[in-house]
């Protein structure tokens, strides 16, 4: 027992670097396959994240690609302020908004409620064919999945509008309605996205101890009541740090599908912050103009996750730091 307690009690010291160089030069060399596997997202976060911020001075410029970043004239919050009063802010705003709000309302449950499912289902083979069949989706390029929507929702041959004109209705030329576009998209990026994103829910539910839920029958409880006395609040830490990181990325709705899917037709819902961006920054060749704008983006996604994350912590004890 004595030698059982003093191995336990000396293991965790291994994990902390202590006694100055020397300490820390132990610490490396006993977790240094920890820090190799580390080294690769390291690079790509120095190379692509870190290295181009100074960049971001072009924003207060008025830049020119033949004088270069340094020495191009300041101008200020002039883009900035162009972007706030101009014709298309408050709708790429909007729509920004509207498309992500939507996406986190309807899609953030999925994988939570798919992953639930999966917990009930008695047979392995056919819960491990329903996991596999349903994050497939995820793994095909964005290009592949618009060409698909475009197809299926085609009025003249797509699948949807057959099945339309089967029941007798007048078909539908989604992507030409503006009502029809956000709707269109949801609908997509849950089907592309809902597999992948419950593996790390039901990762977390394989970590819950059967023991709670041996006590939860004790106490007559049936299978709604330990879902939602058991269940769920051992998710709960996952969820949050998950809804955190969605918060993150609230403002950033993928540009990629959407400059797939739309068209001059519906810009009035489906224009948004990021294609505006591409339109300008590189359609128009403004890299300072959209470079404002992608600044502004950023700045209010990062206050979103700070605010987020210090409500988390007091509400729920559970987040991101």
């Known amino acids: 027992m004595d030698r059982f307690t003093e191995s336990a009690t000396t293991r965790p010291k291994e994990l902390k670097p ?11 060399r006993n977790n240094y396959s920890l820090y190799l596997m580390l080294t690769p997202m390291l690079l790509f976060f120095i190379i692509f994240m870190y290295k181009p911020m100074p960049g971001l001075v072009i924003a207060f410029k008025d830049f020119s690609p033949f ?3 340094w020495d191009s004239p300041w ?36 994988p939570i409620i798919l992953a639930l499912l999966l917990n009930e289902l008695h ?16 793994f095909i390029s964005v290009v592949v999945i618009c060409g698909l929507v475009v197809n299926f929702l085609s009025p003249s041959s797509g699948i949807v509008n057959s099945l ?21 998209y949801t609908i997509m990026n849950i089907w592309k996205s809902t597999g992948y994103g419950a593996i790390i829910y039901i990762s977390a539910l394989t970590s819950i101890p059967e023991d709670l839920y041996e006590a939860a029958r004790v106490d007559g409880a049936g299978r709604w009541k330990q879902l939602l006395f058991v269940t769920l609040p051992s998710l709960l830490p996952t969820i949050m740090v998950m ?8 403002l950033n709705v993928g540009y990629e599908s959407i400059i797939l899917l739309y068209n001059p037709a519906i810009y009035d819902s489906a224009d948004v912050i990021s294609t505006y961006i591409y339109r ?39 987040g991101l730091w």
């Open 123 to 138: 047979s392995p083979k056919f819960r491990k064919a329903v996991q596999t069949i349903s994050y497939i989706p995820h």
């Open 164 to 184: 339309i004109r089967l029941f007798g209705g007048e078909p539908i030329y989604f992507l030409s309605k503006p009502e029809w576009f956000v709707p269109v």
């Open 75 to 110: 101008v200020g919050f002039d883009h900035f302020i162009e972007f706030f009063t101009g014709p298309y802010s408050f709708r790429v705003i909007r729509n920004t908004l509207v498309i992500s709000l939507t996406s986190l309302a309807f899609g953030f449950p999925a």
């Open 67 to 69: 004088k270069g970043i």
């Open 280 to 318: 300008t920054g590189l359609s128009e060749g403004r890299y300072d103009y959209a470079t404002a704008i992608g600044l502004v983006n950023s700045v209010v996604a990062f206050a979103l996750v700070i605010s987020a994350n210090k409500l988390s912590n007091k509400l729920t004890q559970t």
């Open 18 to 28: 202590s006694g100055g160089m020397q300490g820390f030069g132990k610490y490396l």
């Open 243 to 250: 809804l955190l990181i969605s918060l993150g990325n609230i």
